[in-house]
Nanobody, 118 residues
Framework: QVQLVESGGGLVQAGGSLRLSCAASGRTFSNYFVGWFRQAPGKERELVGRISRNGVNTYYADSVKGRFTISRDNAKNTVYLQMNSLKPEDTAVYYC???????????WGQGTQVTVSS
């Protein structure tokens, strides 16, 4: 079973950048799609973006398109979320999740807090 651990969150000023990492245990990580999600206080969790098993295909929510980039290094069992031009509305707990063959995100990390000050 794959386990996920996020890191890299923190406090940053608006316009700044952060890179989140999602490190996976297990030798079958490359078999999973991986998504990044976020949840702000009082709001529902939303999909930020996702990356295919081989890293070739990505999808981004409109709210982050052009500012965030997802990549993965399967040799290191790690997926990254590069966040540039951060805005206060990006403040949230960010989670990575792995999807099984049916497309269900059934493995979740514990989350990492990102706070963007104005």
């Amino acid at each position: 079973q794959v386990q996920l651990v996020e890191s890299g969150g923190g406090l940053v000023q608006a316009g700044g950048s952060l890179r989140l990492s999602c490190a996976a245990s297990g030798r079958t990580f490359s078999n999973y799609f991986v998504g990044w999600f976020r949840q702000a206080p009082g709001k529902e969790r939303e999909l930020v973006g996702r990356i295919s098993r081989n890293g070739v295909n990505t999808y981004y929510a409109d709210s982050v398109k052009g500012r965030f980039t997802i990549s993965r290094d399967n040799a290191k069992n790690t997926v990254y979320l590069q966040m540039n031009s951060l805005k206060p509305e990006d403040t949230a707990v960010y989670y990575c999740a792995a999807a099984n063959g049916a497309g269900t995100y059934n493995i979740w990390g514990q989350g990492t807090q990102v706070t963007v000050s104005s």
